[in-house]
């Protein structure tokens, strides 16, 4: 089954220079707003293009979670400097669960927004971190991004039940190139449906990586994509009973102050993000056992978001005892982080997806004793960068070998023409400007296909111990090879179209680092 549509190359013919501060500093989302807001201003073509519908054997449903905790948690002492209050304190959780539909649903709710309503919020977070953020800039980018993007909404169905397997298996006509997707779809419905919980980077939301999420809910998979209260979101409005909502921006460290009233350091700060993080990841996992436990009534009754009326029905028909946590640049520090001494009853995560870990996000956790697939993109690897004394590559490196010398099966690997955010939607929406603003070469459906092939493959092997696709390749590669970069390199294997099927040429898009091979 092919993941994405058939599309022809459409590498740039020339890239926009931006400043190499920008590129690096801020994040595919952010660069995509600015450069939308000079298309607005200067009367050139504008942004946005519908995000494609999912292509495995499932419809998609979705459904926002916010529920409180029992008791607050205070992660860090440290306050902002303006009101007093705990900057890194987590009262509820919210999270969008993906998840496989049944077939023929009707929806109750109107899908989600891209930007979730109020644009303002997301607008002054984005002017925020831009540093432009006053009232006239706010009001100038809360106009443009609602008349631009306000419009575009996430494919999945809204608060549709979960699918069954039969429904699945049924829907899937039964021909001899279809047997294997049957096969797959039933060993995936054993013991319930995986659950995935995935961690978003800097200046980003939950609804940054719907499309991979989506692509791997129509997979049979459960994907829950968290919205981070640390100061890394633009912007998030806090849903709690009996309190007016409160909206949390994005902040950093000059705006708070240790308790007794001292600065706090980069790296302090940076130590209670990926801490609050922590305890956002482990709250999700409650709520999921919760549903998964018979509690879904009440789950439902706690969402501030109105939302998981079905999950009554949800009992038993999770796999919440064996997760996967996965993420993206600050998250993909952070899912990392969230194995460490694991896998434990509040993290029980038995493997990880770990996309472009950060350069800029802390120290890397090496204490990880579960199988790990760690993917860059070829502009991670390819541009070298400092770390902690050190080549970031070799660390991430150096970090896989020595899980698989404790007998963990995990893997390296460079995606090849790809850039930072070719796995999240921003390409998908206007391919041509993130092309041209990050150096992408690879078609961009091309480009998160192979992203989500790669991931199934590693939760496939999770699940059966099978090794598949790449994850069957030597590490040839132990430092990034740029002269055998995007659509050079294939092994001598010997396979073509009759034995690979349709994708027998998708070794020319990686390079692997590291494997148990």
Known sequence: MKPFPEVKSNTPLMRLRL????????????IAVIV????????????????????????????????????????????????????????????????????????RQAKHDWIPKPISVTAEGYAKF??????????????????????IQIPAQVDVPLADLVSAVTAIPETRDNMKEIEKVIQIGKGGHPV??????????????????????????????????????????????????????????????????????????????????????EETVRVLKLINEGQGKEVFKSNMRDEGVDFVNWKGRLNTDDMIVAGHSYGATGAMQALRGGPSAERPFKGAIILDPGKQSGQLNDDIRVPVLVIHS??????????YGRAHFDTVRDIVENNVLRGMPSWFATSLGTSHPSVTDAPLLEPLLLSWTTGARINVYEGLREYVHVSEDFLWFLSTGEERGLLKEKPEFPQYDEGKGFGVWKPAQGENEKTMGAWFDWRRYWQVHVSPN
Not at 133 to 138: K, P, V
């Open 378 to 387: 070829n502009s991670w690897s390819s541009k070298y960068s400092l770390f």
């Open 36 to 107: 939308i807001v000079s298309c607005y201003v200067f009367s050139l073509p504008p942004f946005p293009r519908p995000l494609p519908n999912y292509s495995g054997p499932y419809p998609v449903g979705a459904v926002d979670i916010e529920t409180p905790l029992a008791s607050p948690r205070i992660i860090d002492t440290a306050r902002f400097k303006e009101t007093k209050e705990h900057a890194f304190e987590v009262d509820t959780v919210l999270f969008t669960l993906y998840y496989p539909a049944i077939h023929h649903a009707t929806h």
């Open 196 to 281: 995935i919980v995935f961690s978003h980077g800097m200046a980003s939301s939950r609804t940054d990586y719907t499309h991979y999420a989506g692509e791997l809910a129509s997979r049979g998979y459960v994907v829950a994509l968290l919205e981070h209260r640390d100061g890394s979101c633009p912007g998030s409005v806090i849903m709690e009973s009996g309190k007016p909502d409160h909206i949390k921006l994005t902040f950093n460290v000059p705006e708070v102050e240790t308790s007794s009233g001292k600065e706090l350091t980069v790296d302090e700060f940076k130590r209670a993000q990926l801490d609050f993080r922590e305890a956002e990841i």
């Open 19 to 30: 400043p190499r501060t920008l590129r690096s500093r801020y994040t595919w989302r952010l």
């Open 130 to 151: 831009a540093h432009i953020d006053n009232f006239i800039m706010n009001k100038v980018m809360t106009g443009v991004l609602k008349a631009l993007v306000g419009h």
